[in-house]
């Protein structure tokens, strides 16, 4: 059945039925503690020989993750038991500056998701590798350390640049902004940290690749970048996770701060294996006449509930998300975005593409908000679903909410399915039918493809057919 | 006992416990509680999603269980429509839909119902015609039966006029080929709090059509549900308001696709004047999977007209098949359009005038489905009216500024753009 395809792809048989589902015996999983309490807490703070605040920070996160009620809405979330998730894991003792010196096997589960062949040929401008909540390995290109620009992991980050860290750090997304997102203040560990100087222009996509490697072990990253004025900056966050027997968890937070006329893209294709419940908070605030981008790709996880927001401070702020899901067998994806609006003269658009099969679930789940005083602002929300068999599922609640006259707000959904007459043209012109298919879905999240960088929306288009293998037949 | 006091002092003393299965989201529009038991259904606290919009404190009144007097009913009924009272047991034999939250349960459980019997074959010339008059603001609850025999074609018109505290239950059953249209319009005077649920069970390849008309109140809503007992039903959902300052004004429906080859169609249009003005628009649309062949859309536009009014608006669709012939929804909302505006002052139509066309044609597509020429008249000069006073406050902000404190626009305003 999926034979076309792989004349058409070679090089996608490797890939197998999921490419990223191995795992390395576990080397430092093991002695991780399983559950959350204050001790665990205190322990990755001490570990880290954070400073008080931080451990103070990281304790009223734990409180108020106590306190916080679960979502009265979304996936249905019973399959987590936050007392069976190691919270830290700690897989080398001091951080690796050249590739040499990882493990030979964290090497070679770097190998498996091409990072060397990206490295070398100078397609990314850094790379940060989580593995097993921190970064272990860490390069920034000369020339960027030049212009000041700061992109390290987030624990050294707060050791090497403590004040501006600590500015920033939780403005973005409060401590108790929801029961996840208090949670990750309690025990994140790794992620990225990137701070762009005034003017600056990072011309590269700076990447980041993140693994889940222990069982039942979260990952907890945070990730803060800070766009200073009239900067740009485009940032990568790749997700692969192998496929472990019980439910993990992944719950980042993000936090990105694009200061007046900054730019700043964030792109994530998010590739966990099946069993992964992703519940990620994600936000961005925009000051005046700035531009926040998010490009959020949702291919993997058993359930993902993630919302990018953007909040538009000022005057002529922009915000602008394009989303992709797509739902195969036993995956619910539950995301959208949001934007706020708070400053006259701003805009926003989402445009939303989901495709679901298999008896998976998509859902967008979106918010436009309008606040008084934010006059002569414009919003327009697009949400197309496709359905290519009968048993799974789509849904759109978009909700809406204006408080200023002075605006202008559209909102439109269509679901289709994949028609007889499309499968027909393309098959009287030769195509098997799960050709047919698969280029039938690569078309209709082309819009969101071509924003992708070259390497991204390869492996999407590889990730999509893998997908659609079985869809037909 | 509060949140806090589920925390002990000491966290190592207890594990986490606070355990994802104490709680799962509903995870269809279908899996929320319909019933004819009144326990089943807590006094809301304006947390849950079905309420969360809705001023919850103001109708304690009409969450109260007991039995009450209805409205005041006069009616006009056309030649072989009866109207006689029925019982609950008999009423529910004809396969009314449940109630779906607090207020319709308590409606149906406080009042006796009536039914309203339009026979098999009818095919009335005249409106069935009933004013339902309030005469103050003790609670009162109705529960009105509307059984529409098979191949029947008829228009019933529901008028909520006078002062009340309302809590109302309308169930139509609709028989196999049938075309019925029901218009309800809500006139309330100022001060008046109605919670209606108007529910149609429709037949199959029949027509169904709903028209919510809500211009007075202090609290309105209005929540339209539709059913299908078999294939090939058609449902038409309608819907106009226009919110004061001090309005509330909320609109819900929830199509429940459970048949395959129907379609639906639900459009609301809404205008809001003054700072405090309110309006919700909620429209679920759930196609299950048996529902093959469905056709669906929504649509809701909102015209803001004056600073710190809010609208809400949230177009709720669930798809469970592939199946479909279509499926979609809109939502738009927006001010006056000051390119309509120059277009029509520069043929020298004044200001007052050019937005009293434009809100005109706003509503008019919806107006003119209702089937009654003299209360098209009667509505459309009710929301001049209502636009006039605005219309004032625009032209001469000086006249009222603490109305209208902020009002950037003497210059113009029209309709609302489309993205």
Known sequence: MSTHIEELNPGLKDIGRYEYGWADSDVAGSSARRGLNEEVVRDISARKSEPEWMTKLRLKGLSLFDKKPMPSWGSDLTGIDFQNIKYFVKSTEKQATTWDELPEEIKNTYDRLGIPEAEKQRLVAGVAAQYESEVVYHQIREDLEEKGVIFLDTDTALKEHEDIFREHFATVIPVGDNKFAALNTAVWSGGSFIYVPPGVHVDIPLQAYFRINTENMGQFERTLIIADEGSYVHYVEGCTAPIYKSDSLHSAVVEIIVKKNARVRYTTIQNWSNNVYNLVTKRATCEEGATMEWVDGNIGSKVTMKYPAVFLMGEHAKGETLSIAFAGEGQHQDTGSKMVHAAPNTSSSIISKSVARGGGRASYRGLVQVLEGASHSASTVRCDALLVDTISRSDTYPYVDIREDDVSMGHEATVSKVSDDQLFYLMSRGMAEDEAMAMIVRGFIEPIARELPMEYALELNRLIELQMEGAVG | ?419
Not at chain 2, 110 to 125: F, G
């Open chain 2, 1 to 419: 006992m509060s949140v806090a006091d589920t925390m002990t002092a000491d966290p190592l003393a207890r594990p986490h416990t606070d355990s994802v299965a104490a709680f799962v989201p509903d995870q269809s529009r279908a899996e929320r509680t319909a019933s004819f038991d009144v326990s089943a259904f807590p006094v809301p606290t304006g947390r849950e999603e079905e309420w969360r919009f809705t001023p919850v404190k103001k109708l304690s009144a009409l969450f109260a269980e007991g039995a009450s007097d209805g409205l005041a009913w006069t009616d006009s009924l056309p030649a072989g429509v009866t109207v006689s009272p029925i019982s609950a047991s008999d009423a529910r034999a004809l396969g009314i839909l449940p109630p779906q939250d607090r207020a319709a349960v308590v409606a149906a459980a406080s009042a006796a119902a009536v039914l309203v019997d339009i026979p098999a074959e009818a095919e009335l010339a005249e409106p069935v015609r009933v004013v339902l008059t309030g005469s103050g603001d003790t609670a009162s609850h109705g529960h009105v039966v509307v059984r529409a025999g098979r191949h029947s074609k008829a228009t019933l018109v529901l008028e909520h006029t006078g002062l009340a505290q309302h809590s109302e239950l309308v169930s139509v059953v609709t028989g196999d080929g049938s075309d019925l249209t029901v218009v309800s319009t809500q006139r309330w005077s100022d001060g008046s709090v109605h919670l209606a649920q108007h529910d149609a069970l429709v037949g199959r390849d029949a027509t169904y059509k709903h028209v919510g008309v809500t211009l007075g109140g202090e609290v309105v809503r209005l929540n339209a549900n539709v059913r299908y007992a078999g294939p090939g039903g058609n449902a038409t959902l309608l819907g106009v308001y226009f919110a004061d300052a001090g309005q509330h004004l909320e609109h819900r429906s929830y199509i429940d696709h459970n048949a395959p080859h129907c379609t639906s169609r639900a459009t609301y249009k809404g205008a809001l004047q003054g700072a405090t003005a309110r309006t919700v628009w909620v429209g679920d649309v759930l196609i299950r999977a048996e529902a093959e062949g469905t056709d669906t859309y929504e649509l809701n536009r909102n015209l803001i007209l004056t600073d710190g009014a809010r609208a809400d608006s949230v177009p709720n669709l669930e798809i469970e098949t592939g199946e479909i012939e279509g499926a979609g929804h809109a939502s738009a909302t927006g001010r006056f359009d000051d390119l309509q505006l120059f277009y029509l002052q520069a043929r020298g139509i004044p200001e007052d005038e050019a937005k009293r066309l434009v809100v005109r044609g706003f509503f008019a597509d919806i107006i003119r489905e209702i089937p009654l020429a003299d209360l098209r008249d009667e509505i459309t000069a009710a929301i001049e009216e209502e636009l006039a006073s605005t219309a004032y406050a625009s032209a001469n902000p000086a006249a009222n500024p603490a109305a209208n404190p902020t009002a950037p626009n003497a210059d113009g305003q029209t309709v609302t753009k489309e993205n």
